[in-house]
Nanobody
Framework: QVQLEESGGGLVQAGGSLRLSCAVS????????VGWFRQAPGKEREFVSA????????GYVDSVKGRFTISRDNAKNTVFLQMNSLKPEDTAVYYC?????????????????WGQGTQVTVSS
């Protein structure tokens, strides 16, 4: 079994920054892909960013490119999402997820385990 726990969410003003962390425990971590998704009230869950198992391949939704950076520390079983220049439209619950794959994955259904989410609120 795999457990994922997000942290680092909070309330920030537009233009500010937050760093989300996703701590993974359980099965072997370093050979699995990890992704970040978000869900705003009344909207469907959407892909934000993903990283492959080695960390040399990353992907982002167009709306966060140039502002968000995903990274991972396999020694600490943790994945990070650095979010800069935050906008009110980034407000959502952010979830991290792990997939049984070494590849870069961007679809929610490809992920096997999910965290409980962390709230990010950006005020204007």
């Amino acid at each position: 079994q795999v457990q994922l726990e997000e942290s680092g969410g909070g309330l920030v003003q537009a233009g500010g920054s937050l760093r989300l962390s996703c701590a993974v425990s359980g099965r072997t971590f370093s050979t699995y892909a990890v992704g970040w998704f978000r869900q705003a009230p009344g909207k469907e869950r959407e892909f934000v960013s993903a990283i492959n198992w080695s960390g040399d391949s990353t992907g982002y939704v167009d709306s966060v490119k140039g502002r968000f950076t995903i990274s991972r520390d396999n020694a600490k079983n943790t994945v990070f999402l650095q979010m800069n220049s935050l906008k009110p439209e980034d407000t959502a619950v952010y979830y991290c997820a792990q997939a049984y794959s070494s590849r870069l994955l961007m679809l929610a259904w490809e992920y096997n385990y999910w965290g409980q989410g962390t709230q990010v609120t950006v005020s204007s």
